[in-house]
């Protein structure tokens, strides 16, 4: 895998749930509950909470993806058949090889997370849990840029400039070129 492939970080919520990825070759996921980053994840990172003991608060296993398929729990959990939501649909999310995260992205105190898309490279360079999600500034990214260009931010002004009924956010300070952005300040108060 390269560092751009899609990864998805799931809870694994017990140690039994471990050993059916390990031995059965599958993860399950409520449908109803389904992150959108299960379309386009290619591998699972499993995050392994308190249940896990002294190996908890930790992603020490991964898995590539194979085939997604939806069944009733019933039908993942044989021995669960009079489980409350036995008849509900779960995605069976097909597994190949579990295999070790070497060295394993460990945190200092526990994360409620059920869902975390990340990436390969991403995962493969954490030093900590917090280092698996995205921190860069939404006014970095591209398409942030693009929609800027785009936007006309006269279209934005306040209709009858002299009322005094209406919230003023921005003021145009007043610039002389016509196809120039209008250069906007702060109104301290409405």
């Known amino acids: 895998m390269d560092d751009t492939t ?9 140690p ?15 449908v109803a509950q ?20 002294e190996r908890k608060w930790r992603i020490e296993w991964w898995a590539p ?9 019933r039908a993942l959990l044989p021995a669960e058949s009079d489980h409350s939501r036995a008849d509900e649909p779960y995605y069976r999310v097909g597994l190949g090889r579990v295999e070790a995260l070497d060295p394993p992205v460990v ?7 059920l869902f975390v898309p990340t990436t390969w490279g991403r995962l493969r360079r954490a030093a900590d849990l917090s280092d698996l999600r995205s921190q860069r500034p939404i006014a970095d990214d591209p398409l942030y840029g693009l929609i800027q ?7 934005f002004d306040i209709a009858d ?12 300070r007043g610039g002389d070129d ?3 952005p209008p250069d906007y300040e702060v109104v301290p108060d409405w």
Request: hydrophobic content about 45%; proline content about 9%; charged content about 20%.
């Open 107 to 113: 945190g200092r105190s526990g994360r409620r997370l």
């Open 6 to 14: 899609p990864v998805l970080i799931a809870l694994l919520p017990q």
């Open 161 to 172: 400039e002299d009322s005094a009924h209406q919230p003023r956010l921005f003021r145009d």
């Open 16 to 30: 039994r749930d471990l050993r059916l990825a390990c031995e059965q070759g599958f993860y399950r996921v409520p």
């Open 34 to 53: 389904a992150p959108t980053a299960l379309s386009r994840a290619q591998a699972l990172a499993f995050y392994q909470p308190a249940s896990f003991g």
């Open 65 to 73: 993806i194979g085939v997604i398929a939806v069944v009733a729990r």
């Open 149 to 155: 260009t785009q936007l006309d931010l006269r279209a």
């Open 178 to 180: 016509p196809l120039s």
